[in-house]
């Protein structure tokens, strides 16, 4: 099933925002196979972060992810207007099987 | 520089089978690199991962799929299908393909997605 996700968080310029994803031992306690993708309205889905905590090459250096036990976490720091959209994590379940998150709505206030 | 899209139908009527192709260029499909996905996102929803085939041929389906889902390679034509069979409204969607970077573990490139609704 689907990891889960806040349905939305929001934030002020400048502040810091995390987002939270969260499995269980099938996916994404076992792997460190989680990846993260930025999606602006009526566009296609971007990788940001792959491998839990590695950034795509040209990705802002605010966006960093981590992950303790059965949750994974992308952090923005120093908010900025266009990091205003809806981010969708994805983990390595098993037997070669992937799954994603229900996705969160960032607002920039 | 690569470039994948989706094509097919935009429209299918309830019990049909929905077929897309994923024609890729600028770059060979035929490598041990990459695995080759389709994804889909119903109006307004999240994202879910359909099943992914390998270029030997090789397939992984989601599970609440795998009865209804084919995904094949076509080497010769370096693209991929996938099939969807006896269609439902619930199965109206943008569908994505994208490919799966193995070294890195996560969808790299995403081709522009095609709307396919279900409506008799």
């Known amino acids: 099933s689907a990891l889960t996700q806040p349905a939305s968080v929001s934030g002020s310029p400048g502040q810091s925002l995390t987002i939270s994803c969260t499995g269980s031992s099938r996916d994404v306690g076992s792997y460190n196979y989680v990846s993260w993708y930025k999606q602006h309205p009526g566009e296609v889905p971007k990788l940001i972060i792959y491998?839990?905590?590695k950034r795509l090459s040209g990705v802002s250096d605010r966006f960093s992810g981590s992950k303790s036990g059965n949750t994974a976490s992308l952090t923005i720091s120093g908010l900025q207007a266009e990091d205003g959209a809806d981010y969708y994590c994805?983990?390595?379940?098993?037997?070669?099987?992937?799954?994603f998150g229900t996705g969160t709505g960032v607002t920039v206030l | 520089q690569l470039q994948m899209q989706a094509s097919g139908p935009g429209l299918a009527k309830p019990s049909e089978t929905l077929s897309l192709n994923c024609p890729v260029s600028g770059g060979t499909i035929s490598t041990s690199s990459y695995y080759w996905a389709w994804i889909r996102q119903p109006p307004g929803e999240g994202l879910e991962w359909i099943g992914s085939?390998?270029?030997?041929?090789?397939?992984y389906y989601n599970s609440s799929l795998k009865s209804r889902v084919t995904i094949s390679v076509d080497t010769s034509k370096n693209q991929f299908s996938l099939k969807l069979s006896s269609v439902t409204v619930a199965d109206t969607a943008v569908y994505y393909c994208a490919r799966y970077l193995r070294d890195g573990d996560s969808f790299d490139y995403w081709g522009q997605g095609i709307m396919v609704t279900v409506s008799s």
């Open positions: 994805s983990s390595y379940a098993n037997s070669s099987t992937w799954v």
């Open positions: 491998e839990v905590t």
């Open positions: 085939v390998y270029y030997s041929g090789d397939t």
